[in-house]
C-alpha cells in the first residue's frame, strides 16, 4: 500500500465553493509539506507543517497537522479559478539523516467552474 | 534572486547520445534535489546533496550521474539513457535538508 495517500484523486467545485483535501500517513510525520502543481511545470510551495496539532493559514488557503502527526487537511475556502491545478502532499517520513527525502502522495486535481 | 533555473527546458536525445541537465539557485541554500516525475504521477526522489555532497542516492541506475560543483549549481549528467527515461526532470533547493523545498519549473527530457 502508499506511504502517503491523498484524498480525493480529483475534486470539481463551483466557484465560491469551499473544499478540503486529506492527506493521511502510515508512518509519523516528521514534516508535512503542501504544494500546488500545474501540468508540466514545477511545484509551488504552499505550505510546511512540523509540529501536531500546528495550523497554517495562507490567503484562502489552510494546513494543519494532526496531533498524532499522521493526518493532514489543506482547506480553501471561497474557491477561485486560479485554486485550479493539482495539489501534492510531500512527506518527510524518515528525519534523522534522512532529512529531505520526501515522498508525494498521488495528488488531487482540482478543477473550479467559473 | 528567489527561484531555482533549470536549463534546458526541453531536450531530446538518442539513446547513445551524452546530454547534462542544469540547475542554479542564489538562495544561498545548501540542500540541492534532483526528482524525476512521470505523465499523471507525483515526483520521485533521485538524489539529495548536502554541503555539496551526495546524502541520499535512492538507487538511480548508473547512466543518471549526478555532480554538484559548488553551493549555488547542481547537474545532472546523462549517458545510454533509456526511452522509459522520458520524463519531467524536476530540480529542488532547500536552506537545509529539513527546511522546506522550492522547485525549479523542469526539463521536459524525450529520449528517442
Redesign the interface.
Known amino acids: 500500500s502508499q506511504e502517503l495517500e491523498q484524498s480525493p484523486q480529483s475534486l470539481i467545485v463551483q466557484e465560491g465553493k469551499n473544499l478540503t483535501i486529506n492527506c493521511t500517513s502510515s508512518k509519523t510525520l516528521y514534516g508535512l509539506y503542501w504544494y500546488k502543481q500545474k501540468y508540466g511545470e514545477g511545484l509551488i510551495f504552499l505550505m510546511m507543517l512540523q509540529k501536531g496539532g500546528e495550523e497554517k493559514s495562507h490567503e484562502k488557503i489552510t494546513a494543519k497537522l494532526d496531533e498524532k502527526k499522521q493526518q493532514s487537511s489543506l482547506h480553501i475556502t471561497a474557491s477561485q479559478p486560479s485554486h485550479a491545478g493539482i495539489y501534492l502532499c510531500g512527506a518527510d517520513t524518515a528525519g534523522g539523516t534522512s532529512y529531505g527525502k520526501l515522498t508525494f502522495g498521488q495528488g488531487t486535481i482540482l478543477t473550479v467552474h467559473p | 534572486d528567489t527561484e ?1 533555473t533549470q536549463t534546458p527546458k526541453h531536450l531530446v536525445m538518442g539513446m547513445t547520445n551524452k546530454k547534462s541537465l542544469k540547475c542554479e539557485q542564489h538562495m544561498g541554500h545548501r ?1 540541492m ?1 534532483w526528482y524525476k516525475q512521470k505523465a499523471k ?5 533521485m538524489f ?1 546533496y ?1 554541503y555539496e555532497k551526495l ?2 542516492n ?1 538507487s538511480v541506475p548508473s547512466r543518471f550521474s549526478p555532480e554538484c560543483p559548488n553551493s549555488s549549481l547542481l547537474n545532472l549528467h546523462l549517458h545510454a539513457l533509456q526511452p522509459e527515461d522520458s520524463a ?1 526532470y ?1 530540480c ?1 533547493s ?1 536552506a ?11 526539463t ?1 527530457l524525450t529520449v528517442l
Do not use: H
Open positions: 531555482v540542500a534535489y504521477k507525483p515526483p520521485e526522489l539529495v548536502s546524502s541520499i535512492e519531467l524536476l529542488a532547500s537545509r535538508s529539513y527546511n522546506e523545498q522550492f522547485f525549479g519549473p523542469g521536459r
